[in-house]
């Protein structure tokens, strides 16, 4: 059983830049895919970016250019890089470890608890 705690979300102005980290435990770390998950107020959770076990990167249209996702093998630590946030950014962000080292949204098994990103216009 891996277990996720996220931090580094917290408010922001439009155009700031926050960095989410998320550190796992309870499995070997560089075997497996990682990724960040979000839902705002009213919407389903979406897929925000992913890392495979071998460095291969995902990420949804919406961020693309804005945010980067890294991860420290040696620190079991999953990184989001968030640049030039914008008001519809602001979620409950999710780290999430995947069953398999690639990434696929139906993989994803293991959650952590979320950390809240605000993002005042």
């Known amino acids: 059983q891996v277990q996720l705690v996220e931090s580094g979300g917290g408010l922001v102005q439009a155009g700031g830049s926050l960095r989410l980290s998320c550190l796992a435990s309870g499995r070997t770390f560089s075997n497996f895919a990682m990724g960040w998950f979000r839902r705002a107020p009213g919407k389903e959770r979406e897929f925000v970016a992913g890392i495979s076990a071998g460095g291969s990167l995902y990420y949804t249209s919406s961020v693309k250019g804005r945010f980067t996702i890294s991860r420290d093998n040696a620190k079991n630590t999953v990184f989001l890089q968030m640049n030039s946030l914008k008001p519809e950014d602001a979620a409950i962000y999710y780290c999430?470890?995947?069953?398999?080292?690639?990434?696929?949204?139906?993989?994803?098994?293991?959650w952590g608890q979320g950390t809240q990103v605000t993002v005042s216009s």
């Open positions: 999430a470890a995947s069953r398999s080292s690639a990434v696929r949204s139906a993989d994803f098994a293991s």
